[in-house]
């Protein structure tokens, strides 16, 4: 059992995910120049399974989808922080 409160274990799972989004979009802009490569990304892999498949890397693509995770990631890191700020008053009040 956790002493936190449900939504910092998801404000870390978050973050995690996002750091992990990160790696794949970074590998997929290392490899742009590789005409063979295949980005890995969970939209990747479920437009596989259905069956629709673009091999092709594309920059804009990959600068969008890293903006968007970046503004994501800060998100989950303020609201985190702002969470054990809470915290840490609560438990300075009861000294």
């Known amino acids: 059992m956790s002493i936190f ?3 910092v274990e998801k404000l870390e799972n978050g973050i995690q995910n996002c750091a992990k989004t990160q790696q794949d979009i970074a590998k997929n802009i290392a490899n742009l120049s590789n005409p063979n490569y295949v980005p ?3 939209d ?3 437009a596989e399974a259905q069956g629709r498949l673009d091999r092709k890397v ?5 600068m969008t989808k890293m903006s968007k995770n ?10 985190l922080t702002m969470r054990y ?5 609560v438990v300075t ?3």
């Open 70 to 79: 970046s503004v994501r990631y800060n998100t989950y890191v303020k609201l």
């Open 40 to 42: 890995k990304t969970f």
């Open 44 to 46: 990747k892999e479920l």
């Open 93 to 95: 009040l009861g000294k």
């Open 5 to 7: 409160n449900p939504s």
């Open 85 to 89: 700020q809470n915290i840490r008053k």
């Open 58 to 62: 594309l920059i804009e693509d990959e």
